[in-house]
């Protein structure tokens, strides 16, 4: 039996998701990887993320145009799966913000954050 558990997100760009994760301090691995959960079973994802519980890692496969979360938090100790989807949701939208702006023809100058409350000063580039 299968301890995997799959959350929706709204996750779209593989780009955006692998520096948000690199932003939260983790080493993610692309392409055709696997997870290990409980008694060493595994799934196959498109990103992974080792955890510092030996034997369990958090995955994400692409499901039609969003990226689900898969992992088996049965044996994943220190890591709040609501907590983590949050923070990872911010650094996602930050990336994909600052991405947007600087196509755009905007940079930023200006950032803080504050009660985990990202405020940006963006500024366009005049030539």
């Known amino acids: 039996m299968s301890h ?5 997100t ?17 080493q993610p691995k692309t392409g055709n990887v696997k997870i290990k959960g409980y008694q060493g079973q595994m799934t196959d994802v498109d990103v992974m993320i080792p955890t510092k519980n030996a034997g369990y890692d958090i995955g994400f ?14 044996g994943i100790k ?10 990872l949701s ?21 950032e803080e954050t504050e ?6 000063t963006v500024r366009r580039s005049v030539f």
């Open 115 to 120: 009660d985990n409350i990202i405020h940006m």
């Open 10 to 26: 709204k996750l779209v760009k593989e780009e955006f998701l692998v520096q948000a994760l690199k932003d939260l301090g983790h």
């Open 78 to 87: 220190d890591i709040n799966a609501d907590k983590f989807v949050d923070s």
């Open 90 to 110: 911010q650094r996602y939208s930050y990336n994909a913000v600052v991405s947007n702006m600087e196509e755009k023809g905007f940079d930023v100058v200006e």
């Open 4 to 8: 995997f558990t799959k959350i929706k």
């Open 61 to 74: 496969v692409k499901n039609g145009n969003e990226y689900e979360l898969v992992a088996d938090w049965y």
